[in-house]
T-cell receptor, first 116, second 110 residues
Framework: GAVVSQHPSWVICKSGTSVKIECRSL??????MFWYRQFPKQSLMLMAT?????????EQGVEKDKFLINHASLTLSTLTVTSAHPEDSSFYIC????????????FGQGTRLTVV | AQRVTQPEKLLSVFKGAPVELKCNYS??????LFWYVQYSRQRLQLLLR??SRESIKGFTADLNKGETSFHLKKPFAQEEDSAMYYC????????????FGTGTRLQVTL
């Protein structure tokens, strides 16, 4: 299958700082990317859907000013957690899909964010 | 609204025993159902989707619209099947987002 790479795999940051997580599709053009958040022993919760060149669509309850998503190219989307707080500590996962919405979405390996 | 329910957090079976991971869904239209698997320290990956009607690694799943279920089955469990399994639903709308269940950890023991 296609490869989606997330960077970094883990990051520790201080409260009040911002953290950027990258999601890259390595061998296909990802017209749509999804960002999920996963709490320990819980399911993946969709945060937002981004289409290349467009503004991201956020799920209800997700603060768009807190979680900035940029999808400026067909191979890269970024999630920036602004003014991070300890409660933002979580596992963030991206997935990417090609132009046909019925095709499979491939997942990144996830990023463990710890805010201290 | 779309919802996926996996009632069991943990399913422990002996090697060679049959496996059934339960999944029920709620969706008003025609959904597309998936099973994803996450092996230890690996990323989430697609196991199978209902429209493919295929068996992957010995696993099958049949969509039962009457019971709104999409249970995952395998006749004989193997040790390497131990993993986290997530059932997911994709609606027919333009958003086409995936909604995941809470997952079931399958533990296959000798």
């Amino acid at each position: 299958g296609a490869v989606v790479s997330q960077h970094p795999s883990w990051v520790i940051c201080k409260s009040g700082t911002s953290v950027k997580i990258e999601c890259r599709s390595l061998d296909f053009q990802a017209t749509t990317m999804f960002w999920y958040r996963q709490f320990p022993k819980q399911s993946l919760m969709l945060m937002a859907t981004s289409n290349e060149g467009s503004k991201a669509t956020y799920e209800q309850g997700v603060e768009k000013d807190k979680f900035l998503i940029n999808h400026a190219s067909l191979t890269l989307s970024t999630l920036t957690v602004t003014s991070a707080h300890p409660e933002d500590s979580s596992f963030y996962i991206c997935s990417a899909r090609g132009p046909d919405r019925w095709t499979e979405a491939f997942f990144g390996q996830g990023t463990r964010l710890t805010v201290v | 609204a779309q919802r996926v329910t996996q009632p069991e957090k943990l399913l422990s079976v002996f090697k060679g025993a049959p496996v059934e991971l339960k999944c029920n869904y709620s969706y008003s239209g025609s959904p597309e159902l998936f099973w994803y698997v996450q092996y230890s320290r690996q990323r989430l990956q697609l196991l199978l989707r209902h429209i493919s009607r295929e068996s992957i690694k010995g696993f099958t799943a049949d969509l039962n619209k009457g019971e709104t279920s999409f249970h995952l089955k395998k006749p004989f469990a193997q040790e390497e099947d131990s993993a986290m399994y997530y059932c997911a639903l994709r609606g027919s709308g333009t958003a086409s987002k995936l909604t995941f269940g809470t997952g079931t950890r399958l533990q296959v023991t000798l």
